[in-house]
């Protein structure tokens, strides 16, 4: 059964600062991580998916992947209080197409 | 104008009741699923499916049954059995493709479920 943890936050940052999400994976196969943005009430939309090792950006996103110590990271730059929200990261369970497994998610609050 | 629809928004089911969650999507997506969300939890697989007449057990399927007639429609039910409802449904579908790596699940808005 694969695993997804995340800190659940809240992760408070002011504004215009970098927020730092971090997510670690349970399964060293897992080939492809996803992270969703879930505001308030609302369903999950993707905002990044990232396959290789390294870095992957996307506007003010930056996801970051190290399978040799199995953690993705997501970087959000110059934040803003839109950003406020829970993001959760997901691997599939097994590779193609699966199900996800989700993590708990991280409330992030980004203070103007 | 492509998506994911879930009816209704809220709905609120006494004990003892059955209720049926409709979920339709027009994206032409083959695999569909439905998902499980309590305060503060990320998402819990309930069932899902990528073909017609066909589905799959995720980890918290009892008390929960769902049917794919149409490969548009993934309706769930919530039946007596499931003994602690209460919570935020979503759907969500995906293509099945080429690439082994590549799996984006696009969400409906939710169904918030309460039994009274």
């Known amino acids: 059964q694969k695993e997804v943890e995340q800190n659940s936050g809240p992760l408070s940052v002011p504004e215009g600062a970098i927020a730092s999400l971090n997510c670690t994976y349970s399964d060293r196969g897992s080939q492809s991580f996803f992270w969703y943005r879930q505001y308030s009430g609302k369903s999950p939309e993707l905002i990044m998916f990232?396959?290789?090792?390294g870095d992957k950006e996307d506007g003010r996103f930056t996801a970051q992947l190290n399978k040799a110590s199995q953690y993705v990271s997501l970087l959000i730059r110059d934040s803003q209080p839109s950003d406020s929200a829970t993001y959760l990261c997901a691997v599939p369970t097994h590779s193609g197409n699966t199900p996800l497994v989700f993590g708990k998610g991280t409330r992030l609050s980004v203070i103007a | 104008d492509g998506g994911i629809t879930q009816s209704p928004k809220y709905l609120f089911r006494k004990e003892g009741q059955n209720v049926t969650l409709s979920c339709e999507q027009n994206?032409?997506?083959?695999?569909m699923y439905w998902y499980r969300q309590d305060p503060g939890q990320g998402l819990r697989l309930i069932y899902y499916s990528q073909i017609v007449n066909d589905f799959q057990k995720g980890d918290i399927a009892e008390g929960y049954s769902v049917s794919r007639e149409k490969k548009e429609s993934f309706p769930l039910t919530v039946t007596s059995a499931q003994k602690n409802p209460t919570a935020f449904y979503l759907c969500?579908?995906?293509?099945?493709?080429?690439?082994?790596?590549?799996?984006?699940?696009?969400f409906g808005p939710g169904t918030r479920l309460t039994v009274l």
């Open positions: 990232i396959y290789s090792n």
């Open positions: 969500a579908s995906s293509i099945i493709g080429l690439s082994r790596a590549y799996n984006e699940q696009f």
């Open positions: 994206l032409n997506h083959d695999a």
